[in-house]
């Protein structure tokens, strides 16, 4: 080797070494997410409040007989049988598709580009699994022009929003 390349080597080598020596050791951290404040994604329902809500919801039948009520209408299908069923869901009532408790909290209209579309906000519920009975397999807003948006995914059934419309 050269005299003139050990000393290049030698330049380089000092300083990698001057490099590592002023270099900082900071582990910075992240503060971690306190876990009980987080809230479960089910419902807690109470005796109590669930015999309350049902008496209130008994009187506001009652007096909201004489108006219409909204409801969406989906095309289930049994991916199984290649049976398809369309299932009408008025709103904040149950309705059962095979194992499926299917719930719709909102149903509507909106303008998107120029185009009306309608949208719902659905909760569905897999009966099957006995585990946690409480826990939604799909809770979201679905879409009927674009089902592909916030897809319901089951390896069973498929759900799609076809429209809704006041009873």
Same mark, same amino acid.
């Given at each position: 080797?050269?005299?003139?390349? !050990?000393?290049?080597?030698?330049?380089?080598?000092?300083?990698?070494?001057? @490099?590592?020596?002023?270099?900082? %050791? *900071?582990?910075?951290?992240?503060?971690?997410?306190?876990? %009980?404040?987080?809230?479960?994604?089910?419902?807690?329902?109470? %005796?109590?409040?669930?015999?309350?809500?049902? +008496?209130? @919801?008994?009187?506001? !039948?009652?007096?909201? +007989?004489?108006?219409? !009520?909204?409801?969406?209408?989906?095309?289930?299908? %049994? *991916?199984?049988?290649? /049976?398809?069923? !369309?299932?009408?869901?008025?709103?904040?009532?149950?309705?059962?598709?095979?194992?499926?408790?299917?719930?719709?909290? *909102?149903?509507?209209?909106? /303008?998107?580009? @120029? *185009?009306?579309?309608?949208?719902?906000?659905?909760?569905? /519920?897999?009966?099957?699994?006995?585990?946690?009975?409480?826990?939604?397999?799909? @809770?979201?807003?679905?879409?009927?022009?674009?089902?592909?948006?916030?897809?319901?995914?089951?390896?069973?059934? +498929?759900?799609?929003?076809? +429209?809704?419309?006041?009873?």
């Amino acid at each position: 080797m050269k005299l003139g390349n !050990k000393i290049f080597a030698l330049i380089i080598y000092y300083f990698s070494i001057l @490099n590592f020596c002023l270099a900082e %050791d *900071k582990i910075t951290t992240s503060p971690l997410i306190n876990i %009980d404040k987080i809230k479960p994604s089910f419902e807690v329902v109470d %005796d109590e409040t669930e015999k309350s809500v049902l +008496n209130q @919801n008994l009187k506001q !039948k009652n007096y909201t +007989n004489n108006l219409k !009520k909204s409801q969406a209408i989906l095309i289930g299908l %049994d *991916k199984i049988t290649a /049976k398809s069923s !369309k299932l009408i869901v008025n709103l904040n009532e149950s309705k059962k598709f095979g194992p499926l408790e299917i719930k719709i909290l *909102k149903c509507g209209k909106v /303008k998107v580009n @120029n *185009k009306i579309d309608s949208v719902a906000y659905m909760q569905v /519920k897999d009966l099957t699994k006995n585990e946690n009975e409480k826990v939604f397999i799909f @809770n979201g807003w679905t879409f009927a022009s674009d089902p592909t948006l916030t897809p319901f995914d089951h390896a069973i059934y +498929n759900l799609q929003l076809i +429209n809704c419309n006041a009873a």
